[in-house]
């Protein structure tokens, strides 16, 4: 099926074998891109060289040779989301809502649970791994034969972002709901030049390295997503954080709005409001979803069956004098959608038998904190004596001292700290593997952690033992 380093793509019409070997030869050629790590580690040596438009260039270099322009991609009425916490699930939200309206979705994200297929999804599903191989070899080798410097072939991220810019364009979505990968200003997802509209979601310290130490240096990177004479939408952030989206927006003259801060500012169907992603912090990724899905639809080319849901309180779009929006009525049909909506990893539960499983994906303080309290309006209900076991992992260069101390009051019994390896599994077709991952490393982190942990609570709970 290989041949000189390409995919005959007639061959993708053979029996299913022939899908799933041309899938896994798909992601071993992905998994030989550079890591998320190793882009992270080069856009920290080279932040003060690179900008909008070296990205920009970049990406175009990339992406003519398949025959999309800028305007190609404007064209799938994108909508474009940053922040620090909580993009995926307002995505997520907003997704839901736009397919429950009759609008054939598109949705961009980062990372993968446990297949990367889950990064590109098609109204509300990951693409078959027929679609990615097609699609990816399709990609793949038509970079690989119009780059004439090699090392200028796209990284992990960077190669998806243009995968899916181009399966979405050739799969005809109606809207297009982007995902930023890290900041905003300089990410490889910002070359779309008009967006229908634009989001930010709670900030918080993560990749410090690159976007700056404090709120307000994120907030100047996040507010790099506006663009002229499109609306940017932001959930209730610090006040010199505010101030420094407002600026920049007014310096790109794109309209500011603040969304809701509390669901209680909406109308909803009933009194008893429950969401598909839980946790008391899904409220304001809930506002800011509703928000979108609606200048999306007031703006949009393309039209869903959102008049009936839309049409109220029109005249209500912003208070002038603080840039707040209003609440309005959300029907039967959008709040099943709300409700409806999954993002898995994400304030999850699960059960096998009589374990419960409370899975979250928290790396940062702010959302280390919403995790906890999450877990405890969740596992303490029980009155029954029970075992609680805490297992931790923390990746790259994040701090674990800012992030385990908020377990201090939760009288785990154990924890157990891990690598991040679903199986034992070092196939190189394996969805989760990283071949430019050293475990040695990896596991040092984990016995760091041990040992911090043991700091922190040996004395609060002597029944934590060394091992």
């Not at 099926?1 to 007639?10: A, D, E, F, I, R």
């Not at 040779?65 to 404007?74: A, H, Q, W, Y």
């Not at 620090?84 to 054939?104: M, P, V």
């Amino acid at each position: 099926m290989l041949h000189n380093g390409k995919v005959n793509l007639s061959e993708l019409k053979g029996d299913g074998n022939t899908t799933i070997n041309l899938y896994q030869q798909a992601v071993y050629q992905l998994n030989c891109l550079q890591s998320n790590t190793q882009i992270i580690s080069a856009a920290i040596n080279l932040k003060k060289q690179k900008n909008r438009q070296d990205v920009l260039e970049e990406m175009m270099e990339c992406l003519t040779p398949l025959n999309i322009s800028l305007t190609d991609i404007d064209s799938l009425n994108c909508i474009h989301i940053a922040g620090t916490k909580g993009k995926g699930s307002t995505c997520a939200f907003l997704e839901s809502i736009l397919r429950q309206l009759g609008y054939k979705t598109g949705f961009y994200s980062s990372p993968h649970l446990i297949h990367v297929r889950e990064r590109i999804q098609i109204n509300g599903q990951p693409i078959s791994e027929e679609l990615f191989a097609k699609y990816f070899f399709h990609v793949f080798n038509t970079l690989k034969d119009s780059l004439q410097n090699q090392e200028k072939m796209p990284g992990y991220f960077k190669f998806l972002t243009i995968m899916a810019f181009y399966i979405f364009y050739v799969e005809k979505v109606d809207v297009a709901i982007v995902e930023v990968g890290i900041g905003g200003e300089n990410d490889c997802t910002n070359i779309i030049q008009t967006p229908i509209v634009c989001g930010i979601t709670t900030l918080d310290l993560d990749h410090t390295s690159i976007l700056g130490t404090t709120i307000p240096e994120i907030a100047w990177h996040k507010a790099g997503i506006a663009k002229p004479n499109c609306t940017l939408l932001t959930v209730e952030q610090p006040p010199k954080a505010i101030e420094i989206i407002k600026q920049r927006c007014k310096e790109i003259n794109s309209k500011f709005l603040i969304v809701p801060s509390t669901i209680n500012s909406y109308k909803w169907p009933n009194s008893r409001i429950k969401f598909g992603i839980s946790g008391c912090h899904q409220h304001l990724n809930v506002s800011l979803a509703l928000q979108l899905a609606r200048i999306f639809c007031l703006n949009s080319t393309k039209n869903g069956n959102f008049l009936p849901f839309f049409t109220q309180n029109l005249s209500k779009e912003s208070k002038e004098l603080n840039n707040n929006l209003d609440g309005f009525e959300v029907n039967e049909n959008i709040y099943s959608a709300l409700f409806n909506c999954k993002w898995l990893g994400r304030s999850q539960i699960l059960q096998k038998e009589n374990i419960f499983y409370f899975l979250d994906g928290a790396h940062t303080p702010l959302s280390i904190k919403y995790c906890a309290q999450w877990f405890k309006e969740n596992s303490f209900k029980n009155n029954n004596k029970i075992q609680r076991l805490l297992i931790f992992h923390c990746t790259g260069y994040r701090d674990s001292l800012q992030l385990l101390p908020v377990f201090k009051n939760f009288n785990f019994n154990a924890a157990l700290f891990c690598p991040a390896i679903i199986e034992e599994n070092n196939s190189l077709i394996n969805d989760s593997i990283n071949l430019n991952h050293d475990s040695s490393k990896e596991l040092k982190r984990c016995y760091k952690d041990k040992q911090l942990w043991l700091e922190l609570f040996e004395n609060k709970h002597p029944q934590i033992k060394r091992h």
